[in-house]
């Protein structure tokens, strides 16, 4: 899985193996940004399951391996797509934190107006000029 399939290794396997892939080729892919999402991973990832049971044959033992790489390769992005959710929620949570944080430290700081300081103080102050006696 992890290069291409040799043609002398494997022959006919260029005529029945349309879209031929490994994962050398993934990996270039998601360096590249071709591959974004974990759906688009699992996709290629089955893909290649897929080219190798149909040259080698379900029963084969090619055929065994994949099926355990597969198990693996479903477990591996299931955990992935946990960790990054856990993660995104908790990025989210600290800066809606932060955010809460940088709205009172701004508040705390705030110049004050002479309305609001005029509201604050009460007694003692004029009334704006267009006030009713």
Known sequence: FRRPVNPREAPGYAERIVFPLD????????QAGMIRTFRE????MGLICHNCVKYNGRESDYG???????GYVDDS?????????????????????????????????????????????????APPSDAAP
């Open 41 to 44: 991973l699992h996709e290629r």
């Open 64 to 70: 065994g391996v994949t099926r355990d790489f597969e």
């Open 77 to 125: 992005i299931i955990l992935a797509v946990r960790t990054y959710n856990v993660n995104a929620e908790r990025a989210a949570a600290a800066a809606a934190a932060a955010a809460a944080k940088t709205t009172e430290a701004s508040a705390a700081t705030a110049p004050v107006s002479a309305a609001t300081s005029a509201s604050v103080v009460g007694e003692g102050t």
């Open 23 to 30: 994962l050398s080729l993934v990996k270039k892919m998601v």
